[in-house]
């Protein structure tokens, strides 16, 4: 797994009620973990970024003062200072970058000025419902922002044994696949492949018996090759393939649930004509519901609709 070199690692030192958190949440110590990791298997440079989201009223207080500077940025800095040493201690090339603005835009933009090939966040649970799984960065990183996006959430991994890539057979999936051989290599876990054939549309003449095994024998035969062009042999464990007839959201939500999956690896397709929106119908339905890490690769000529200025 060698094509990521240059790594955005989203860092959020801020808390609700603080400015400058005492301590790091959970889910941007997930984030800064998972940078690390890959950066060492990959060779690859990390940039630490953070974008300063002041309050109106704290930026007013703080200007009539005269320590706006000296305070946030200077603590800021520190900390992120520190995340640097640490990854050059540990044979990484590492650096980061401090801005001001909104951390999803700001972050999007510093991936269209530099080239990240990735950004890793960390995500919690907002709340009770199943639509608050994501919060909002994490969540505008997936749709907007256009490089893979690996949205990793506290604890997700320490006890799951399985990694799903879910594969419509596009290009693009095929570098999901290659991803997800590579993350399974290197974790040793469990390797599902998931494809999901939606047939029917309401139409029972185009759903029969005959239909659906050709289709499912099709299916298997194309993955099948996609997994020895990705050298799945390197896997400890033979890939698992599952091919089903459902609704795809749904059949995702399944597999994660009943094999323990830590992490989901899926690719994304910008809608023609519309910059910043996936596939709708089944990766907008099912982002927001997904309880697991998500590793989203997007398509090359991905239109972001942010812009550098």
Request: proline share 4%; glycine share 6%.
């Amino acid at each position: 797994m060698k094509r990521f070199k240059n790594i955005l690692v989203g860092v959020d030192l801020a808390d609700k009620e603080q400015i400058v958190a005492n301590e790091m949440s959970s889910a941007t110590s997930t984030a800064i973990e998972n940078g690390l990791w890959l950066a060492k298997h990959n060779n690859a440079q990390l940039v630490f970024f953070t974008a300063l989201e002041v309050p109106n009223y704290i930026r007013f207080v703080a200007e009539k003062r005269g320590d706006v500077e000296s305070l946030l940025i200077g603590e800021y800095e520190e900390r992120l200072n520190t995340l640097v040493q640490r990854a050059k201690r540990e044979g990484i090339k590492a650096s980061y970058v401090l801005t001001v603005g909104k951390s999803w835009v700001e972050m999007i933009r510093q991936v269209l000025k530099k080239q990240h090939d990735i950004v890793i966040v960390g995500t919690r649970q907002r709340g009770i419902a199943t639509s608050a799984l994501f919060g909002s960065t994490g969540m505008k990183l997936l749709r907007k922002c256009p490089c893979a996006v690996w949205v990793g959430k506290p604890q997700a991994d320490q006890n799951a044994t399985s990694i799903l890539v879910a594969d419509d057979l596009t290009p693009v999936s095929g570098l999901a696949l290659e991803l997800g051989v590579s993350m399974a290599q290197l974790q040793g876990a469990q390797l599902h492949v998931l494809h999901v054939l939606e047939l029917g549309m309401g139409r029972p003449s185009w759903d029969s018996f005959e239909i659906r095994t050709r289709a499912r024998a099709e299916a298997a035969k194309q993955l099948e090759a996609q997994l020895v062009r990705v050298n799945a042999t390197v896997l400890q464990c033979p890939a698992r393939i599952e091919i089903v007839v459902d609704a795809a959201d749904s059949a995702i939500l399944r597999e994660i649930a009943e094999n323990n999956v830590g992490l989901l690896v899926m690719a994304t397709v910008a809608r023609s004509g519309i910059a910043g929106i996936i596939t709708g119908n089944t990766a907008e339905r099912l982002l927001p519901q997904i309880p697991c890490s998500v590793l989203a690769i997007k398509p090359p000529g991905f239109e972001s609709p942010v812009a550098i200025d």
